[in-house]
């Protein structure tokens, strides 16, 4: 190889695609989430857990597996295209996973909205109650979620979404707009 070709890592970042036919999903010892992939060197995988790759755009496609090795690194074990070609008690333990990674707040009113130290303080009510939260002040934070929808995602990637920003109030919508006009 000479000194100005890049080495060949394609091994080191290659993205194992899980299917039915490599990887069979169930739960194990303490109800935890395992998986066994077909041909692996380890094989079995205990307490696995669920990732959207794309939670925005794509929710129900590209779920990463992930665990945790024995000095607490995160590692992906492979990636699922569409969860759907998998049995329904895999899917299911797919969604069971993915709620408790994830959960959608739903903004029904805005009742105030303010700008410090380059984040936007929420003071929202959602349906599951009132609720305070703050979101760094970025296009990447505020997400359209269809043609009148917004997804807010937190500083902890919490997704609160706003279903129809029609549905509220002209008040509070001006609240929102006043820093999220796109």
Known sequence: MSSNQAPDTRSSIAIRILTPDNC????????????????????????????????????????????MDTSGVEHELGVIIDPKVFPQDAQGLLRESLARHYFENQIV????????????FFDVETAQGRKQFQMRWQVDRAQDYGEHS??????????????????LPRQDRERLTRYIYW
């Open 109 to 120: 009113r805005i009742y105030g909205v303010e700008w410090k130290y380059g984040l936007l």
């Open 24 to 67: 069979k999903i169930f739960t194990g010892v303490f109800s935890l989430l395992h998986a066994y992939v077909e041909g692996d060197d380890i094989g079995l995988y205990r307490g696995i857990y669920a990732v959207m790759a794309f939670p925005v755009s794509a929710p129900d496609h590209y779920i990463s597996l992930r665990y």
């Open 150 to 167: 917004k997804v807010l995602l937190d500083v902890l990637d919490n997704r609160f979404i706003i279903p129809d920003l029609r549905d």
